[in-house]
């Protein structure tokens, strides 16, 4: 009994201590997302999902003929739970073909991706003014776009959520922005 009184503090530190680093695996910052940060190379992808699936699209673009033009165009990297077989993130790199070539931008699928202030994909407009700093609002044919220059990411808003028709080219400012809209798409830049 009385080991057993010495081992259970050092099990619930071990524990505390685990559930603290798992959280890093999916956490959001400027040049990070997960554990792919701006240094992360795409020859580096397969040793960072070894538990999940790595989906490699490698673009046709450069076959230098007419049907080219009707081909991907980017080089694409899907990684997939291998658990649920949910998708979580989708990697362009700057530079097509090139196994050393930086990340150019991830976007998250996976709502356990979040920010340090709780920021991710299932967060409302209303969460996201709270604890960002909204940098530029541009408008699509569909969506609100806000650039969040502290995170050099992008979060899209679909014009749904604002009560604007699609394929209007009103402009939209943060305060038309409803509370409570929800996130479309969350991307980060490494650039």
Same mark, same amino acid.
């Given at each position: 009994m009385f080991i057993l009184?010495?081992?259970?503090?050092?099990i619930i530190v071990a524990l505390l201590f685990v559930q603290c680093n798992g959280n890093k695996s999916f956490e959001i910052a400027k040049?990070?997302?997960? %554990?792919?940060?701006?240094?992360?190379t795409i020859q580096e992808l397969d040793a960072l999902f070894t538990s999940d699936s790595l989906v490699k699209i490698l673009s046709e673009g450069d076959l230098g003929n007419e049907i080219s033009e009707y081909l991907v165009e980017d080089d694409l990297y899907f990684v997939y739970s291998k658990l649920d077989k949910k998708k979580l993130l989708e990697i362009e790199p700057v530079n097509q073909h090139d196994s050393v070539s930086k990340i150019k931008s991830i976007q998250i699928f996976d709502p356990r991706f979040k920010t340090a202030n709780g920021i991710g994909l299932h967060s409302?407009?209303?969460?996201?003014?709270?604890?960002c700093k909204i940098n530029k609002v541009e408008t699509t044919f569909t969506s609100a776009i806000l650039f969040i220059?502290?995170? %050099?990411a992008t979060i899209v808003i679909d014009k749904s959520e604002l009560g604007i028709k699609d394929f209007s080219l009103q402009k939209v400012t943060l305060?038309?922005?409803?509370?409570?809209?929800?996130?479309k798409y969350f991307t980060v830049w490494f650039d």
């Open positions: 009184k010495k081992i259970i503090p050092f040049g990070q997302v997960g %554990n792919i940060h701006a240094e992360t409302t407009f209303q969460e996201i003014n709270a604890n220059d502290e995170l %050099n305060e038309q922005i409803p509370d409570l809209a929800k996130i």
